[in-house]
């Protein structure tokens, strides 16, 4: 079962009615709604979690949701690629753990049975594995309305691969951040020797590629710039410059 929370739950799978917001309908399109795309280390969670903060609206990572399906096939001992019957199990993973998502102002915490799984789902392997079980259709068909329902509830800023493209094709604001491949890699070694995580830059940089090839490629949803949206390169610029180009944007369109 796949659950949310912003002030509400809402089942996606296994047994029982879902429970929806109290957000009278007529509030919900006054919500603004920010897709920000891109690829893995451009520096989306990062942006997106103080562009959530500095405008006072609920923050989404979507790709933590998928990270916590991966944790669990990980925790089964699946191993990317994964064939047709892997993919088959990790929909039964689905069906047979609680995933909760709770959204709020700069944050999101992911629960796997109760448990914050916040650390466990930013390990490199849980990275790859994420990208693997995005691929299945099934996985994204539980998935993607939950984070659809979200928005709806209270809009805010919704960042992964597919929200301008898929999600919400039609937010407010679309941004694709991206950045250098060796800019990426950097980052993401960065923050996984501050986890003290013992990985080598070049290593890093190889699963940088890999995902890259796993996300623009997959046949269900792939990762590529939206219509419409504002592309960022982020090389070279500071976190406080790239929330600052966004917060314009916003001003822009209010």
């Known amino acids: 079962r796949i659950v949310h929370a912003v002030q509400c739950r809402l089942a996606v799978r296994g047994k029982g009615p879902p429970i929806l917001a109290n957000t009278p309908p007529e509030d919900r399109t006054q919500n603004i709604i920010i897709a920000i795309d891109g690829p893995a280390g451009a520096g989306k969670s990062t942006v997106a979690s103080r562009l959530a903060g500095r405008l006072g609206v609920p923050y989404l990572d979507t790709g933590s949701m998928y990270r916590a399906v991966a944790?669990?096939?990980?925790?089964?001992?699946?191993?990317?690629?994964?064939?047709?019957?892997?993919a088959t199990h990790v929909i039964n993973l689905m069906?047979?753990?609680?995933i909760e998502v709770e959204a709020?102002?700069?944050?999101?915490?992911?629960l796997v049975d109760?448990?914050?799984?916040?650390?466990?789902?930013?390990?490199?392997?849980?990275?790859?594995?994420?990208?693997?079980?995005?691929?299945?259709?099934?996985?994204?068909?539980?998935?993607?309305?939950?984070?659809?329902?979200?928005?709806?509830?209270?809009?805010?800023?919704?960042?992964?691969?597919d929200i301008g493209t898929v999600v919400f094709p039609d937010a407010d604001l679309k941004v694709f951040l991206t950045a250098s491949i060796d800019e990426r890699a950097r980052r993401r070694h960065g923050d996984l020797r501050e986890r003290e995580m013992d990985t080598s830059?070049?290593?890093?940089?190889?699963?940088?590629?890999?995902?890259?090839?796993q996300d623009?490629?997959?046949?269900?949803?792939?990762?590529?710039?939206a219509r419409g949206s504002v592309v960022v390169d982020t090389t070279g610029l500071t976190l406080d410059e790239v929330v600052e180009r966004l917060f314009e944007e916003v001003v822009r369109i209010r």
């Open 114 to 161: 109760g448990l914050d799984v916040g650390t466990d789902i930013r390990s490199p392997e849980c990275s790859l594995m994420a990208s693997a079980v995005s691929a299945i259709a099934e996985v994204r068909k539980a998935l993607v309305p939950l984070q659809r329902e979200l928005g709806l509830q209270k809009g805010g800023v919704m960042e992964g691969r």
């Open 104 to 110: 709020a102002n700069g944050a999101t915490v992911i």
């Open 201 to 213: 830059f070049e290593e890093v940089r190889e699963q940088q590629q890999q995902r890259d090839l």
């Open 95 to 98: 069906d047979r753990h609680r």
């Open 71 to 86: 944790l669990l096939a990980l925790r089964d001992g699946l191993e990317p690629p994964l064939d047709e019957r892997a």
């Open 216 to 225: 623009t490629s997959r046949a269900d949803s792939p990762l590529q710039v």
